[in-house]
């Protein structure tokens, strides 16, 4: 994107230089200065396009997180289940959690709390050390976990990722996953 703006603007300095074809009026005249600053404003557009998808894209991973946990506080059948998903996750995907997750209770379905979440979105830290492969229609988000060894919860040190896949105009949950390799 940088380079698309630097072009932009240079184009946008030479050809204010000299006289216009015919039929065509003058351009005014952008000087080396306003040419750095019409960069620096477009950078800005561009970085900031990039950290409002980057927030958007962690925003509805947190959304995600939220109606999973939200599965816990009543019993609900199945089909409520994969309603309160929907908009977060592909049919199969809420299909492979529920299967996983939905347990049943005294009358209907409920998932329960536990330290070891199958199908879950991951506990990123939403900081600089979750990481996000854009790759068009498909987006992995993704962060290395360290090995610990500490409280009820050991493990190896892996990555834990999430693919958004675009359906129907909407980012939605694909698949959830973890590797000792970093996700391609």
Do not use: C
């Not at 834990?160 to 675009?166: A, G, M």
């Amino acid at each position: 994107m940088k380079i698309r703006s630097v072009v932009a603007a240079s184009t946008i300095f030479f050809f204010s230089f000299g006289a216009p074809a015919v039929g065509e009026t003058a351009a005014p005249t952008i000087k080396p200065a306003q040419a750095a600053e019409t960069v620096n404003k477009a950078e800005t557009v561009d970085n900031t396009e990039k950290v409002n998808k980057t927030e958007t894209t962690l925003e509805l991973l947190q959304d995600a997180y939220q109606k999973q946990i939200s599965l816990g506080n009543e019993e609900r059948s199945k089909q409520e289940m994969k309603e309160v998903l929907e908009p977060y996750f592909t049919e199969k995907m809420a299909d492979v959690y529920l299967k996983h997750n939905a347990v049943k209770g005294e009358k209907e379905y409920i998932v329960y709390g536990t330290d070891f979440p199958i199908l879950s979105i991951p506990f990123f830290a939403y900081d600089s050390s979750t990481k996000i492969k854009d790759l068009g229609n498909k987006k992995i988000v993704y962060q290395y976990f360290e090995k610990t060894d500490e409280g009820p919860v050991t493990y190896e040190g892996h990555y834990e990722s999430v693919t958004l896949v675009k359906e129907d105009g909407h980012w939605k949950v694909a698949s959830i996953s973890e590797s000792l390799t970093e996700p391609k």
